[in-house]
């Protein structure tokens, strides 16, 4: 029978005619769930009382009022982009950022220090208070990593090409001076990225930056890929730096080996 949402006939059915397939069934009834979530998570964001939906017609209002939201957020974020120009064109900065290799670039303290506690404290240390030419050092960043950091401090966001070419050193450089919303977006960046070819540098990066999610991610990845991973040109120099992380693979393999053989023996009939 044809669904009174979406068959070919649906403009014309008028209740109490209510035969609904089960994709329109399933779907509303998600919908419905995903709002109600949502609405849950209100109250703690701004002290309301949630509002369970009432149906799919409430359900389509406030999925219209969440678009509305979007679409402030947007020209919000719009306004706050047009800090990057002060950026790209050095309109008062008042201190210099040095890489480890390449031109130095200028920034604002301000800025600097609304994003990063770490920074805060560094440009509040007697050895910045000074004169616009004063400077500080990241010595583990190259030029253009350092110009994707600021752009990211500047903008909140990076475009795509960037962020995978310098995803791994944003990583490092967001959990060295603690800028929590870089880490999500890096971690979200190399965990979309992950594959076999590079699992052992996203293994390294996220042991060296305590990140469980993007390190148990990548155990997973290597095991599963064991054969194309371990027999890589790359893993002999991984495992002679990094030799605690070779044992935890061989950890992890052995360990993979006995559940596959205890499955085995489970799975023999006896005779």
Do not use: W
């Not at 070919?8 to 709002?35: D, H, Q, W």
């Not at 949502?38 to 703690?44: H, L």
């Not at 401090?153 to 990076?158: P, T």
């Not at 001076?177 to 996203?202: G, H, M, T, W």
């Amino acid at each position: 029978m044809d669904c009174c949402i979406c068959g070919p006939m649906a403009s014309v059915y008028r209740p109490p005619r209510n035969t609904i397939c089960s994709s329109c069934y399933e779907g509303a009834k998600r919908m419905i769930i995903f709002l109600n979530e949502q609405e849950e998570n209100q109250p703690k964001l701004y002290g309301l009382k949630p509002t369970p939906s009432k149906g799919i017609a409430d359900a389509f209002t406030r999925i219209e009022e969440m678009e509305e939201r979007k679409e402030e957020m947007n020209e919000k974020l719009g306004f706050l982009e047009s800090l990057v120009v002060a950026l790209e064109d050095e309109i008062h900065t008042d201190i210099l950022i040095k890489p480890g290799t390449g031109p130095p670039i200028p920034a604002h303290r301000a800025l600097l220090a609304t994003r990063s506690e770490i920074f805060k404290n560094i440009l509040a240390s007697d050895e910045c208070k000074a004169p616009a030419e004063d400077s500080i050092s990241l010595p583990e960043l190259t030029h253009e990593e350092l110009k994707c950091l600021l752009e990211f401090l500047y903008s909140g966001s990076l475009p795509l090409e960037m962020a995978k070419q310098h995803s791994f050193a944003l990583l490092i450089a967001a959990d060295k001076y603690d800028i929590p919303f870089l880490k999500k977006f890096c971690e979200r960046q190399i965990s979309s990225s992950l594959d076999p070819s590079n699992a052992l540098q996203v293994l390294e990066v996220s042991d060296a930056c305590s990140n469980g999610i993007l390190r148990e991610q990548a155990m997973n990845s290597i095991v599963r890929h064991v054969d194309e991973v371990v027999f890589s040109s790359s893993y002999e120099e991984f495992a002679l730096k990094n030799a605690h992380l070779s044992v935890e693979i061989t950890r992890a393999l052995v360990m993979q080996m006995r559940d596959r053989r205890d499955g085995a023996t489970l799975c023999v009939e006896p005779s």
